[in-house]
């Protein structure tokens, strides 16, 4: 089955640029979708269609793609973006999440 | 305003049976996929699956961890999708939310709160 791989953590200081990567061989056939999910909360939509950021999301928020892996760039990363991060994409037999990477800002 | 709203967890046990539901509202149902994910306590989202509008035949599709024990269904009339679990197991327990593909607007735009569904004897 499709598999999308995710490092499990990334450490940043704030203000510094975070990267978290989403390795999937069906990648550069298919979009990758970025969603920020905080402790007890439902997910939130970051980054759409590889790299388009939806209303409301903060513009040090962006996404990209290179072969088989996404990444999702923050720029200047804030306190308040520690969280867990999980790329979504689809192949023939429907979706798959990452594992999910754990992002400390501290 | 675009609400989902899942409901029908709770306790069950390993091989028994569980349906949930999510109830929308603040768009055109009719219109949309709907999505279901789920999430173990401590761990990563997981898709377990999705249904298609009439447009698109109600065309469903699994991952294949419930393929075959579960089925998603529709109806279009009161706005609600579900999830019917059949043959449970101890690792489908988790949080399922439900979650949408509408129009031209990214998917997964809006979730529900989610719902807790045990499976333990």
């Known amino acids: 089955s499709y598999e999308l791989t995710q490092p499990p953590s990334v450490s940043v200081s704030p203000g510094q640029t975070a990267r978290i990567t989403c390795s999937g061989d069906?990648?550069?056939?298919?979009?990758a979708y970025w969603y920020q999910q905080k402790s007890g909360q439902a997910p939130v939509l970051v980054i759409y269609?590889?790299?388009n950021r939806p209303s409301g999301i903060p513009e040090r928020f962006s996404g990209s793609t290179s072969g088989t892996m996404a990444t999702l760039t923050i720029t200047g990363a804030q306190v308040e973006d520690e969280a867990d991060y999980y790329c979504?994409?689809?192949?023939?037999?429907?979706?798959?999440f990452g594992g999910g990477t754990k992002l400390t800002v501290l | 305003e675009v609400q989902l709203a899942e409901s029908g967890g709770g306790l069950v046990q390993p091989g028994g049976s569980l349906k949930l539901s999510c109830a929308a509202s603040g768009f055109t149902f009719s219109g949309s996929a709907v999505h279901w994910v789920r999430q173990a306590s401590g761990k990563g989202l997981e898709w377990v699956g999705r249904i298609r509008s009439k447009t698109n035949n109600y065309a469903t599709a699994y991952a294949a961890s419930v393929k075959g024990r579960f089925t998603i269904s529709r109806d279009d009339s009161k706005n609600t999708a579900y999830l019917q679990m059949n043959s449970l197991k101890t690792e489908d327990t988790a949080v399922y939310y439900c979650?949408?593909?509408?129009?031209?607007?990214?998917?997964?735009?809006?979730w529900g709160q989610g719902t807790l569904v045990t499976v333990s004897s």
């Open positions: 979504y994409s689809t192949d023939s037999s429907g979706g798959v």
């Open positions: 979650t949408r593909v509408y129009g031209d607007q990214p998917p997964f735009d809006y």
């Open positions: 269609e590889d790299s």
């Open positions: 069906a990648l550069p056939k298919n979009y």
